[in-house]
């Protein structure tokens, strides 16, 4: 699916919640224009526009932590939490956590946009700007946005008013199958292991590993590795792989999330990542679903 166009959009993170109200958005990249819908309660918000000639709607439950995009042509919708990649893309709530925590932002004072008083904020990379926003504190919304880093691209909302929500505005409806992002319909996980059996192993390897195994083996020379992750069988298997060094499991800036290390896959997938460890390092890999084959050797 196509990333919805939602382009750095700001809220105010550290507010209580959001007013009511329903607002259109024009949301405009490099000259072109397109036309959003805004709907906001006090607790979560829901965006609707048109891709591709497909309506698309987007609801964020950010108490939740729960991103729900919905494709209305096909009955589906995708959960994700809200700093999930693909809600960040689709959400420019999120998208705005992302630069807030990455770029720097400075008080430009107040101003009046489309009637409404704001305050306007610029964001800064360095010492470019890169953008400005004007962030309305009766909507807790932003009114517009200009990006600098792109020509004539920036957002504005129109035609603000007060907005009875709608409790079903902000729910699936009942007909609609749960898919992942590859539209395939969602095959619920179950609980993790409660017990693990250790199944030490010395590369080169290949092996069947079921649910409740923990795979373990040590790196003896620093090297490009391939691991080689396939579902063999007609239900779902899942791993996390996870790497150790002097006894200590290694900070997510050492060996990147869990979400990049798991490999939750479906009948007939394989996963062939190429991965780089340390000689000294031990590697392990439990399987929380399904069977597994794994293999792992030097790359050649």
Known sequence: MKKAILFYLILSLNSQGFSQFKASMENVMNGNKEIYTVYSDKTQYRYEFTQDGQK??????????????LLPAKKFYIQQACDGMMSRQ?????????????????????????????????????????????????????VKMVNHLYENTYMNLKDIRK??????????????????????????????P???????????????VSRGTELVFSIDKDSHYDLTVENKTDKPAKIIRSTWRDGKELPLNKQGPVKFRTYRLYPGEKSHPTLIWKAGDVVRIKVYEGTMALSVKEEE
């Open 90 to 142: 689709n959400d420019p709530v999120q998208a705005y956590a992302m630069m807030k925590s990455t770029y720097t932002e400075k008080d430009a004072g107040k101003e009046n946009v489309e009637g409404i008083e704001c305050n306007k904020e610029e964001i800064y990379a360095d010492n470019d700007k890169i953008i400005t926003a004007w962030i309305a504190e009766s909507l807790n919304f932003p």
């Open 56 to 69: 698309m709607i987007i609801i964020v439950k950010p108490e939740d932590n729960k991103t729900l995009i």
């Open 194 to 208: 409660e017990k693990w059996t250790t199944k030490k192993v010395t590369l080169p390897f290949q092996v069947e």
């Open 163 to 192: 907005w009875k929500p709608d409790a079903a505005f902000f729910e699936v409806p009942a007909d609609y199958t749960e898919v992942d992002e590859r539209m395939r319909p969602v095959i619920p996980e179950p609980p993790a």
